[in-house]
Nanobody, 127 residues
Framework: QVRLVESGGGSVQAGGSLRLSCAAS????????MGWFRQAPGKEREGVAA???????NYADSVKGRFTISQDNAKNILYLQMNSLKPEDTAMYYC?????????????????????WGQGTQVTVSS
C-alpha cells in the first residue's frame, strides 16, 4: 500500500520561503517519477515540479529559479524548497507518484500520469 504524506505548508509573506516534505511508504519501484502539483480555488490542478528516480528534474515555467525539487532516497522523502514566494503561489500543494515510470516529455505535467496522491498541504502567501 503506497502512502504519501505531505507536510510543511503554512502562511508566509511575499518573498518568504517554505519547504514542503512528502514522506513516501510502501513504494518499491526502482524507476519512478514523483512530482508536486498545486491547485488554487477555482483552478485546475497544475504540475509544479517533478523528479525521476535518477534525479532528473522538471519545473513549470512559473516556478523556475524559485523552487527546487529534491529527494532523500535513504529516508524516502520528497522535498520542494520554495523561495521568493508570490501571492499567486497560494494553493493546496499535493505530492504525487507513479511507477514504474519516468518523468519524460510533458507527461509529468498531467495529473492523469500519477496513480498515487497525498492529502495535500496548504500554502498561503500574503502580499
Amino acid at each position: 500500500q503506497v502512502r504519501l504524506v505531505e507536510s510543511g505548508g503554512g502562511s508566509v509573506q511575499a518573498g518568504g520561503s517554505l519547504r514542503l516534505s512528502c514522506a513516501a511508504s510502501g513504494y518499491g519501484y526502482s524507476s519512478y517519477c514523483m512530482g508536486w502539483f498545486r491547485q488554487a480555488p477555482g483552478k485546475e490542478r497544475e504540475g509544479v515540479a517533478a523528479i525521476d528516480s535518477d534525479g532528473s528534474t522538471n519545473y513549470a515555467d512559473s516556478v523556475k529559479g524559485r523552487f527546487t525539487i529534491s529527494q532523500d532516497n535513504a529516508k524516502n522523502i520528497l522535498y520542494l524548497q520554495m523561495n521568493s514566494l508570490k501571492p499567486e503561489d497560494t494553493a493546496m500543494y499535493y505530492c504525487a507518484a507513479v511507477g514504474p515510470w519516468r518523468c519524460g516529455g510533458a507527461t509529468w505535467r498531467d495529473r492523469r500520469t500519477f496513480g498515487y496522491w497525498g492529502q495535500g498541504t496548504q500554502v498561503t502567501v500574503s502580499s
